[in-house]
C-alpha cells in the first residue's frame, strides 16, 4: 500500500491506494504555518482512523502546488514511515510529452491528471480541473500537452462577490433550481454555478474549433461535482483522478530495473589455474557446451601453458 498526496492550495488530497484500489481518501487543511511534527500527527491520525497501520505503507508520492508546504510535508512522511518519498517534479518518469513554451512551469497536479486522464480515455482530450483556479489541460490526438487555460475558481469567485459586495449575503454551495433567479440567493447561485458550466461548455467548444477535433473532457475536483451536471457538454466526472495519476506515477518509477547482463538461465563456470601458472584452464566441458571445434582449439592453443 501506498500513500498518494496532492497538496492544492485549499487543501491537501492524501489517498491510501493498494494496487488499484483506493483504500481510503481524505482532506487536510493547507497550512505553511503547520511544523513537519504537526503534519506528521495529522497524518497518523488519518491511517488510524481509516484502520490502516503505519507498517502496512511501502512509500509514498507527492505532487505539490505550495513549495513552503512541500518540505514539511515530505519531512512528516518520513518521520512516520521512514520509506523512500518520492516528488512530482524534475527527475520523475511521466510519460508524457509536454510541447508548451516552459514545460518547467507546468503544475505537477496537472501533469499528474492527465497522465491519469490518458489511461482512462483516448485523445484528444481536455482535463479540468476545478479547484482554487479551474485548469483546462489539451492533449492532442498523440497525448501530447499542447496548452489549456487557467481562469478563477468557483469557490474564488463566490468569495470575492460576496467580500467586494456589501449587500450580497454569505452563499451555501447548492445546485441552482433555475438559471432565471427569483430572489438575491438563487440569483448569486445561477451566476456562479451556472456561469461557470457555461464557461466550460464555451470554452470546450472555442478549444475543439481551434484544435480541430472532437474531444472527450475528464473532470475533477472538488467543485465539479457541482458544477458538470449543469454542463450541456458531456463530461466525465472522476473525484479520485489526481489520486490514481499519483500510484501510476509511483509504480512506473518504482519498477524493478531489468536484468541487462543476459545472465539469466545461464551456467556460470569457475575458472581455476593451471599449476605453475597464472593462468586460468578451461576446461573442455566448458569449451565444447559453448564453442565451435575450430574455436575450442584457437582457445586451447592460447591458454596453453607457457
Not at 487536510?28 to 511534527?37: N, Q, V
Amino acid at each position: 500500500m501506498i500513500l498518494a498526496v496532492h497538496i492544492g492550495n485549499t487543501n491537501i488530497t492524501v489517498g491510501a491506494v493498494r494496487g488499484k484500489d483506493i483504500v481510503f481518501q481524505a482532506r487536510l487543511r493547507t497550512d505553511a504555518t503547520k511544523t513537519s511534527d504537526e503534519y506528521a500527527i495529522d497524518l497518523k491520525m488519518l491511517l488510524a482512523i481509516n484502520s490502516v497501520a503505519a507498517s502496512e505503507i511501502e512509500g509514498a508520492i507527492i505532487a505539490s502546488v505550495v513549495p513552503q508546504v512541500l518540505n514539511q510535508i515530505k519531512t512528516g512522511l518520513k518521520k512516520l514511515f521512514g520509506k523512500p518519498i518520492l516528488v512530482v517534479g524534475p527527475g520523475i518518469k511521466t510519460g508524457l510529452n509536454i510541447r508548451i513554451d516552459n514545460p518547467a512551469q507546468t503544475g505537477s497536479d496537472l501533469v499528474v491528471g492527465c497522465v491519469a486522464a490518458q489511461r482512462l480515455q483516448k485523445p484528444p482530450l481536455i482535463v479540468v480541473g476545478m479547484g482554487t483556479a479551474t485548469t483546462m489541460m489539451v492533449l492532442d490526438r498523440n497525448g501530447a500537452l499542447i496548452g489549456g487555460s487557467i481562469s478563477p475558481g468557483v469557490r474564488i469567485s463566490m468569495e470575492a462577490l460576496t467580500e467586494r459586495a456589501a449587500l450580497l449575503p454569505g452563499l451555501q454551495l447548492d445546485q441552482p433550481k433555475r438559471t432565471i433567479g427569483r430572489n438575491t440567493v438563487e440569483c448569486m447561485r445561477s451566476g456562479i454555478l451556472n456561469g461557470a458550466a457555461a464557461m466550460l461548455d464555451g470554452m470546450v467548444a472555442r478549444m475543439e474549433e481551434e484544435l480541430g477535433d472532437k474531444v472527450a473532457v475528464i473532470a475533477t475536483g472538488r467543485m465539479a461535482q457541482y458544477v458538470v451536471p449543469l454542463c450541456k457538454t458531456p463530461m466525465h466526472y472522476d473525484r479520485d483522478l489526481i489520486i490514481k495519476g499519483l500510484a501510476i506515477l509511483y509504480a512506473e518509477n518504482t519498477k524493478p530495473k531489468p536484468d541487462l547482463g543476459g545472465n539469466q538461465g545461464q551456467r556460470t563456470h569457475k575458472f581455476r589455474k593451471a599449476p605453475g601458472s597464472a593462468v586460468p584452464m578451461i576446461s573442455s566441458s566448458i569449451l565444447s557446451e559453448s564453442l565451435s571445434p575450430g574455436a575450442i582449439a584457437c582457445a586451447r592453443w592460447f591458454w596453453r601453458p607457457r
